[in-house]
């Protein structure tokens, strides 16, 4: 959808492109099969949920819309672009933010480590990757 039917709550000015009518709409998609609702339009992400259903509004790839300027009704800026990934499954639906532009790598590591990382058990891959101590998290690898 182009306006998604959800509040604006961090930007006043974006309230003249909420969706009109949406009890109408609520209407026609609660209770049915629809399993998501994309949207856009904001320049900025944002997720809620309509007449039951998760709602994922995608940012833009030409500009964001600063949500903490306080001295400008809107503020677009040269910083956040994104697009959407939305993966459906049979029990679920999946959306994933994609960064655009340059950005610069702060930690990971490279493919040659795929294999070690397979022979892991899931305990200790949680230990390698989510406890702050682990060899992973101090900068010496896997």
């Known amino acids: 959808m182009h306006h998604p039917p959800i509040p604006t709550p961090l930007l006043w000015a974006m309230e003249m492109l909420e969706l009109e009518a949406q009890d109408r709409f609520a209407a026609v998609v609660a209770g049915t099969d629809v399993r998501a609702i994309l949207g856009g339009h904001l320049h900025f992400s944002t997720h809620s949920t309509f007449a039951g259903v998760p ?31 939305v993966h459906v499954y ?22 040659e480590h ?28 896997v």
């Open 90 to 111: 049979e029990d679920r639906v999946v959306h994933s933010i994609v960064p655009v532009g340059d950005t610069t790598e702060i930690t990971g590591f490279s493919t």
């Open 114 to 141: 795929r294999a070690s990382i397979e022979a892991m058990t899931p305990e200790q891959r949680r230990q390698m990757f989510s406890a702050k101590k682990s060899r992973f998290n101090l900068g010496e690898g």
């Open 55 to 85: 709602v994922s509004v995608a940012a833009a790839t030409c500009y964001t819309l600063a949500l903490t300027e306080k001295e400008r009704l809107l503020s677009g800026v040269d910083s956040g672009q994104s697009f959407n990934i």
